[in-house]
C-alpha cells in the first residue's frame, strides 16, 4: 500500500501545473446593460482608440454575456468580467466582481433615468 503523504505533494504540485498551463484569461471591466436573464447579465465594455485615417479618438463597444451565480449584478452596475469556458451558445464570460460605482457614473444614471 503506497504511503499517503508521498502522494499529496505530487497531487499539489501537478494541480500547479495545470493551472500555469492554463494561460492568462482576459479580464475587462463594464457596465451592465441587461440583468433580465437568469445568472446571466449583458455587461457592456468600452474602450478609446483613434480613427485608422483622421486619428481623432473614438469609443468603441463590445457586449459580453456573462455569468452571474448569485444575481446580483443589476442594471447600471460596474463589474468585472473575467473569460472562463463556454457556458452557452453566447455565454463565455463570469462576473468576478461588482466594483463601487463613482460620482460620475451615479450622475449619469440618475440623467439617464430622469429622460
Known amino acids: ?13 501537478a494541480a500547479t501545473a495545470g493551472a500555469q498551463a492554463r494561460g492568462v484569461r482576459k479580464e475587462f471591466v463594464g457596465t451592465v446593460i441587461s440583468d433580465k436573464m437568469e445568472k446571466t447579465v449583458v455587461v457592456r465594455v468600452d474602450r478609446r482608440v483613434p480613427h485608422p485615417k483622421y ?13 452571474d451565480e448569485e444575481d446580483k449584478a443589476k442594471l447600471g452596475d460596474r463589474v468585472r468580467i473575467i473569460e472562463t469556458r463556454p457556458l452557452s451558445k453566447l455565454k463565455c464570460w463570469r462576473v468576478v466582481e461588482i466594483l463601487p460605482m463613482s460620482h460620475k457614473g451615479l450622475a449619469q444614471m440618475t440623467q439617464e433615468t430622469e429622460v
Open 1 to 13: 500500500m503506497p504511503d499517503q503523504t508521498s502522494t499529496q505533494p505530487a497531487v499539489v504540485a
Open 55 to 67: 486619428g481623432k479618438v473614438v469609443t468603441r463597444s463590445s457586449k459580453f454575456y456573462a455569468h
